[in-house]
């Protein structure tokens, strides 16, 4: 039986999870067996650059934290978890995963030793599958969308811009 103090730590710890978990629009639970030190270290500080959370979590606290917040993650939690957290931007946090899951099981050579997947995961208060979670991390982000958007807008200007200039240069050629 654990002491008192160690059992308020833990009921903190939940607490402290299950807030977390009610702010954040989108949480991936991940599987991140074999990865590591220094592919830990550079997802860890690309999610912190991107404002997202991303920590390692004893399944137990996360069952507990999880079904206080209504998520039944009960058969996805069995080895090594870690959850990645999104508080606004839900594609940013897939983008990262995914891109992660890809590169680490292109590593042939160290195929039967990485099992960094993606377990299970939440969008808005409901429970999602990794296909939707893969879907949200092939689409652009914010910022290229913004981009792209306003390439298309700029398209017409410059090509109006083109063939302006083109009829002033045929003027200026008859004037001479």
């Known amino acids: 039986m654990p002491s008192e103090k160690t059992l308020a730590m833990k009921k903190q710890y939940v607490s402290d999870?299950?807030?977390?978990?009610?702010?954040?629009?989108?949480?991936?639970?991940?599987?991140?067996?074999?990865?590591?030190?220094?592919?830990?270290?550079?997802?860890?500080?690309e999610m912190r650059d991107a404002g997202?959370?991303?920590?390692?979590?004893?399944?137990s606290m996360l069952r507990l934290a999880s079904k206080e917040v209504g998520y039944d993650f009960d058969e996805h939690l069995h080895g090594t978890t870690a959850i990645a957290l999104s508080e606004e931007d839900p594609i940013m946090v897939s983008k990262i995963i995914t891109k992660y899951v890809k590169e680490l099981a292109g590593q042939e050579e160290r195929k039967d030793k990485i099992d960094f997947h993606i377990k299970a995961g939440f969008l808005e208060g409901k429970e999602v599958d990794v296909e939707l979670i893969n879907e949200y991390g092939s689409l652009p982000t914010k910022e290229e969308s913004i981009a792209k958007l306003l390439g298309l807008l700029n398209a017409p200007i410059q090509k109006m811009a083109i063939v302006v200039n083109a009829i002033v240069e045929k003027q200026a050629e008859g004037q001479e």
Do not use: C, H
């Open 17 to 45: 999870l299950v807030e977390k978990l009610k702010i954040a629009n989108m949480g991936i639970v991940i599987s991140y067996k074999g990865i590591t030190v220094e592919e830990d270290t550079r997802l860890r500080k």
């Open 52 to 59: 997202l959370q991303y920590f390692v979590v004893k399944n």
